[in-house]
């Protein structure tokens, strides 16, 4: 099968749809399918090909993935995206990149496959003067709708994006898919001692335990929550460090936020981290915090499990679902059960941290790219089937 994924953003893999596309790719191919991904690229003048990617030029905006694709440019995208002749088409976003792939699927009568990831764009617009913000909303609800109306499948791994639907008056069958990251780079062996203590440098651990936060610092709110309940919970003498590992035009009001709690040096902000790094940032600490509600389930939260970080989870976001409350993970209510249980590592000795996190890593072993791939391919039938079924009404 021959499928172009459309996605606004890929290059920088900083965000859950960028890592979604990335290990999907991967279990596509090692099921034998050829993969087209279709994007943007802020640094391109023009477009062009790399491998088995296309990109058109991309201007920076207010957008969650912090750009988006130039309008007079994605006629680019079409030309190579004919020259590859797709099976179906794959929609991970639904701005200007995806627009063109919906454009493109529907102009070429062929399968549509949309995976639901992050609504913000379409909930709340891209920020800035009102007027701007009114239209890039109603642009991204009109292009998402009109995708939902024409798919032949639609998917999802956060089941709670139920709720971003509603807000937004969208109603469809989503069928889920899981959760999955690339084992080849997070797995309980993925640094080396020499890796991890350049990490514990560079995120100034010292002798402190590190716990680490990562998300889209374009989006401020769980992380300025979270620096309110360590504010409050934390002591400088507890032997404590938070790394918030992101970046985004939010990073210096969250800096100056530790600073107003008086937490400043407690607190590292390393921007952001490569993906390629992530796996030594993780060895580097010992557990993964999160403060999130939001209705997108974190890919983060699966990569640092598979390090053998517990996941404590803020009760009520979309990746409390990923964990299993005392085996892997816990979620908690108030900021002093958070406390408590950080608090816990200081006092493991080696072999009980090691215990634990062959307990917590043995819960990820199935979450594979290959585990992705299969449960698409499965979307991508029935999207084929459903769409012959519609032509042939047509007819």
């Not at 407690?266 to 952001?272: E, I, N």
Request: net charge negative.
């Amino acid at each position: 099968m021959r499928i172009a994924i459309f996605s606004e953003s890929y290059l920088a893999q900083s965000n859950h749809v960028e890592t979604h596309i990335s290990i999907l790719e991967k279990g596509l191919q090692k099921l034998g399918h050829d993969v087209l991904i279709v994007s943007s690229d802020l640094e391109a003048e023009e477009g062009y090909e790399q491998d088995n990617m296309v990109f058109c030029p991309a201007k920076l905006s207010g957008s969650i993935y912090g750009q988006s694709a130039r309008k007079s440019k994605l006629s680019y995208l079409k030309e190579k995206v004919m020259e590859f002749r797709p099976d179906i088409i794959h929609l991970m976003t639904f701005e200007e990149v995806g627009a063109a792939g919906l454009d493109y699927a529907l102009q070429s009568d062929l399968p549509l496959a949309i995976t639901i990831h992050d609504l913000q764009n379409a909930l709340e617009g891209f920020g800035g003067n009102r007027a701007v913000n009114l239209l890039s909303k109603n642009y991204c609800r009109s292009v998402l709708k009109k995708a939902v109306s024409f798919a032949d499948v639609a998917a999802t791994d956060s089941p709670d994006v139920v709720r971003s639907m509603e807000e937004l008056h969208v109603a469809c069958h989503l069928s889920p898919i899981p959760l999955c990251i690339d084992p080849t780079l997070f797995h309980l062996d993925c640094a080396g001692e020499e890796q991890i203590t350049l990490m514990r440098k560079r995120l100034d651990l010292g002798e402190k335990t590190g716990i680490i936060a990562v998300g889209n610092l374009n989006i401020p709110d769980e992380m300025e929550l979270l620096l309110e309940q360590w504010a409050q919970v934390i002591s400088s003498g507890d032997r404590l460090h938070l790394v918030i590992v992101g970046n985004g035009k939010a990073l210096t009001d969250l800096q100056n936020k530790a600073q107003l709690l008086g937490i400043s040096s407690q607190v590292t902000f390393p921007g952001r981290i490569s993906h390629e790094e992530m796996p030594a940032c993780y060895a580097a600490c010992s557990a993964y915090v999160s403060a999130s509600q939001s209705n997108l389930v974190k890919t983060s939260v699966y990569e640092a499990i598979s390090c053998g970080l517990p996941a404590i989870l803020f009760e009520g976001g979309a990746s409390c679902s990923l964990i299993s409350n005392g085996i892997n993970g816990f979620q908690y209510q108030q900021p002093e059960k958070m406390a408590e249980l950080v608090k816990k590592l200081t006092t493991m000795d080696a072999k009980t941290i090691d215990t634990m996190k062959k307990l917590v890593n043995k819960t990820t072993l199935s979450f594979t790219p290959e585990a992705l791939a299969k449960a698409m391919v499965d979307c991508y039938k029935t999207a084929s089937e459903e769409h012959f079924i519609k032509s042939k009404k047509k007819e």
